[in-house]
Nanobody, 120 residues
Framework: QLQASGGGLVAAGGSLRLSCVAS?????MGWFRQAPGKEREFVAA????????YYADSVKGRFTISRENAKNTVYLQMNRLKPEDTAVYYC??????????????????WGQGTQVTVSS
């Protein structure tokens, strides 16, 4: 199971940090988001082993994904937020090590979603 937290309301240019705690072993953990009227999209992912990270072009340079092994927790630090970052953010985990980290279908476990709202 995954438990996400940390969403909220922030002004454009501000920062938020999302957290996701996993209750079991995972190979890749990712963050996705879904804005109103849009499909869910990949945001970032990290491999537990080695810590390789991956980002969508729209968030590169602004968002940072990291992990804390001892707490089985993944973070998404979001800086220089824009109104277009407004969405429900979901954490997800792969129970087997796929090479594809962007496809929703490769993630077996999903958190409940946390709302991020960026005001202009």
């Amino acid at each position: 199971q995954l438990q996400a937290s940390g969403g909220g309301l922030v002004a454009a240019g501000g920062s938020l940090r999302l957290s996701c705690v996993a209750s079991g072993r995972t190979f890749i953990m990712g963050w996705f988001r879904q804005a109103p009227g849009k499909e869910r999209e990949f945001v970032a992912a990290i491999r537990w082993s080695g810590g390789s990270t991956y980002y969508a072009d729209s968030v590169k340079g602004r968002f940072t994904i990291s992990r804390e092994n001892a707490k089985n927790t993944v973070y998404l630090q979001m800086n220089r937020l824009k109104p277009e970052d407004t969405a429900v953010y979901y954490c997800a985990a792969q129970g087997v090590p796929y090479t594809d980290y962007e496809a929703e279908s490769k993630y077996h476990y999903w958190g409940q979603g946390t709302q991020v709202t960026v005001s202009s």
